[in-house]
């Protein structure tokens, strides 16, 4: 009867990420064990056993860990990396701190920048066989509800700037993520998309609403957690302002696993690159290349403003805000830098917020009406 039983997997949240690793376990058989999304006691577990100066993503995501083995899981698995961002050591550190902590659960890494092959091996670990066709499948199954999760997060930002009734976006956004993580398959996967379409379109909206036009960067762990950065996104909504990011999920799927044949398009590192030369002309870990682009991209789009979110103690990130004073000299976009850690007060962290977006509506009113006083001008 035990030789039968299913795996546990546990992994850290970090946004929607669960559901995309939830359906890979389920097609090869095993069972994701998906424990209680961040919350301040995970981040009292973490911070308890974790260095005082590490930074926030990886006090979470140990909690994330102590919480999943609590709670029966089999196995933790993590992310790791190569280069000069200090999550290629976490991986060693949170493991060690599970095991002086007395815990038994299995700990397995998948390498980061190993691709399609790293994705395949670490299945392999988890589920203790090789099967090229199954796991060719959960590998599909997972990418492709990776790019419907990020299209329906761009939906409900559009939504959440637009609506009538203050909640009813995120009412419609949770009944769509149940709809997605009901098929396992790309053809329930293909009438699940329509159904999710149809789901947020019954969202009351003004669509003559005036919305300001954000772009958010910084660590990709920060900018896709809703627990790490104080649910930004919601707040922004709130206000009437329509988010943007180019540091998901999807980007990283891009960059890192997806084959060159696949891909279309010009990925975010590579726009980081060509972007970013003036002012960084070489990646320095973490996404601070990626981050120093970001800001010529949304002076580019047109965007109203970028807020730029990093964890405290981030080196690669404290390089980008350095920069940045640069970049004011040659962009006319406002910046907003947010240092999250697990001391940032939330009145405090709101009122910034508040005063950067009424900064951009006077901005934005005062070109409008420069605009219009230009254009009166020429016709006289």
């Not at 577990?45 to 590490?54: D, F, Q, Y």
């Not at 899981?73 to 280069?83: A, E, K, L, N, Q």
């Not at 009113?365 to 420069?370: H, P, T």
Request: proline fraction near 3%; aromatic fraction near 8%.
């Amino acid at each position: 009867m035990e030789e039968n039983k299913k795996k546990k997997v546990s992994f850290p949240h970090m946004g929607t990420i669960s559901y995309a690793w939830s359906a890979a376990l389920r097609i090869i058989g095993c069972e994701p064990y998906v424990e209680p999304y961040t919350s301040k006691k995970t981040l009292s577990l973490g911070t308890k056993h974790s260095p005082e100066a590490i930074c926030i993503p990886y006090k979470l995501i140990l909690g994330n860990f102590i919480e999943a083995i609590e709670g029966g899981t089999d196995y933790v698995c993590m992310i790791t990396s190569p280069g000069c961002c200090r999550l290629g050591e976490y991986g060693k550190c949170i493991e060690n701190a599970l095991r002086d902590l007395g815990y038994e659960a299995k700990y397995i890494e998948m390498q980061l920048y190993d691709g399609i092959k790293g994705m395949y091996d670490f299945l392999k670990k988890v589920s203790g066989t090789n099967n090229l066709l199954l796991f060719s499948r959960a590998i599909i199954v997972a990418i492709t509800k990776a790019f419907m999760l990020d299209s329906l997060e761009t939906k409900l930002s559009y939504y959440r700037a637009r609506e009538i009734h203050f909640g009813d976006s995120e009412k419609h956004y949770k009944k769509a993520l149940e709809i997605i993580d009901k098929h396992d398959t790309l053809l329930g996967l293909k009438k699940a998309s329509k159904l999710v379409d149809e789901e947020m379109k019954k969202v009351e909206i003004d669509p003559e609403r005036n919305v300001l036009h954000v772009d958010i960067t910084g660590e990709i762990y920060v900018v896709n957690d809703e627990f790490s950065n104080q649910n930004i996104e919601r707040e922004l909504g709130r206000m009437g302002v329509q988010v943007r990011r180019s540091l998901t999920l999807t980007s990283f799927l891009k960059d890192a696993i997806i084959p060159k044949i696949f891909r279309k398009g010009e990925t975010h590192l590579q726009r980081a690159f060509r972007l970013a030369k003036p002012y960084l002309m070489r990646d320095i870990g973490g996404d601070s290349l990626e981050c120093v682009s970001d800001v010529v991209y949304a002076d580019q789009k047109g965007a109203d403003g970028i807020i730029h979110l990093s964890p405290f103690t981030c080196m690669p990130e404290i390089m980008s805000q350095n920069i940045f004073p640069a970049m004011r000299e040659d962009t006319d976009l406002p910046i907003l830098a947010l240092i999250m850690d697990e001391q940032t007060g939330r009145a405090g962290y709101i009122t910034r917020i508040e005063a950067f977006v009424d900064l951009m509506r006077r901005r934005k009113r005062k070109n409008l009406s420069d605009n219009t006083a230009k254009k009166q001008n020429v016709e006289v």
